[in-house]
């Protein structure tokens, strides 16, 4: 009887929430309710070339003269390292 009672006193609050839920955000706050799903072709798009931007921007980075020499010091250290 204990469980029966804990279990009908909690469904009324939640009726309630559901329904201020639902006011507020329309019908988009059901589970499924028209909400998209991942990204559209677009974002897609958007986010490709920002990533192939970014790549771009790294590339001219790393290829130029003083992190290039950096980096080749860097690997020359390491390798001829005294054990």
Do not use: N
């Not at 329904?19 to 897609?44: I, N, P, Q």
């Not at 790393?62 to 992190?67: I, K, L, N, P």
């Amino acid at each position: 009887m204990g469980a029966e009672m804990c279990g009908k006193s909690m469904r009324q609050p939640l009726r309630v929430l559901r329904r201020v839920w639902e006011a507020r955000f329309g019908e988009h706050a059901r589970c499924g309710g028209g909400l998209d799903r991942g990204m559209t072709t677009s974002e897609y798009a958007v986010g490709t070339i920002a990533a192939c931007a970014f790549a771009a921007v790294l590339y001219k980075v790393v290829t130029s003269g003083a992190v290039l020499s950096a980096l080749q010091s860097l690997i020359k250290e390491a390798l001829d390292a005294k054990f």
